[in-house]
């Protein structure tokens, strides 16, 4: 939902109370967050039954009074989101010794990429989430596959006219640190570029300092450019 005086959008899904589902973004850094709008806020979240959710601001110089309103407010810095773009006038070659098959999921197979996404993130509620795709034609969904046709990783490819979206991507725990989610990538910029699209796009969370952060390095691995970071300010509703 919209909210009235502001550009921000309000995001919220009842069935997955985690403050990943639901936020607020969009809000102007150059003007403070004031305690009324933050009280509309809460009130949207509190009536939805979801205790706590996220604000989120660009870490750039223009945002700096977002910030400190936030902060003023109350709300506490938990993380952040690192946002990639890349073109496809090049693309990542698939490793010569990846283990698995990949391809495309049929649309009766989205609840078992829904399955493997839930196995991943402890998030049982995606298994009908993904299939509720299934039928709509700007998303794709791929595999990677064992020797007997299982899958054990998936990814997504969401296409908007010239531009297209990556996400949604987790790895059964048999199948990690075997290269699935680089596959992913390479798998889904191909077809992407197989569509006509131009510019991509994907988000990861952002390692803190002393971290790996193995999904960025597999995002900038790809050849993605990180166009910016968005801090992520955990309010109680």
């Known amino acids: 939902m919209d909210l009235p005086g502001t550009p921000a959008t309000l995001l919220s899904v009842l069935a997955m109370p985690s403050p990943t589902m639901n936020r607020v973004l969009g809000l102007p850094g150059d003007a403070p967050?004031?305690?009324?709008?933050?009280?509309?806020?809460?009130?949207?979240?509190?009536?939805?039954?979801?205790?706590?959710?996220?604000?989120?601001?660009?870490?750039?110089?223009?945002?700096?009074?977002?910030?400190?309103?936030?902060l003023a407010l109350g709300c506490q810095r938990k993380g952040a989101w690192a946002k990639f773009e890349r073109g496809l006038e090049d693309l990542p070659a698939l490793a010569a010794e990846f283990p698995y098959s990949l391809r495309l999921a049929r649309a009766d197979e989205y609840g078992v990429a829904g399955q493997i996404l839930a196995d991943s993130f402890s998030m049982p509620l995606l298994v009908p989430w993904m299939e509720g795709l299934a039928g709509r034609p700007e998303w794709q969904v791929f595999f990677a596959c064992d020797d007997e046709?299982?899958?054990?990783?998936?990814?997504?490819?969401?296409?908007?006219?010239?531009?297209?979206?990556?996400?949604?991507?987790?790895?059964?725990?048999v199948a990690q640190r075997r290269g699935c989610q680089q596959a992913m990538l390479a798998l889904r910029l191909a077809a992407a570029k197989a569509a006509g699209c131009v510019m991509v796009s994907v988000e990861a969370e952002a390692p803190e300092p002393g971290q790996a952060g193995s999904s960025a390095k597999n995002i900038l691995r790809a050849g993605f450019r990180q166009i910016g970071t968005r801090q992520n300010y955990l309010c109680q509703s």
């Open 33 to 70: 967050l004031s305690a009324a709008a933050l009280a509309q806020i809460r009130q949207v979240f509190r009536e939805r039954g979801i205790p706590h959710f996220w604000l989120h601001a660009w870490n750039t110089p223009d945002s700096s009074v977002l910030h400190e309103s936030l």
């Open 149 to 173: 046709g299982t899958p054990v990783a998936t990814g997504t490819l969401l296409i908007d006219g010239k531009d297209a979206w990556l996400g949604m991507g987790g790895t059964l725990q």
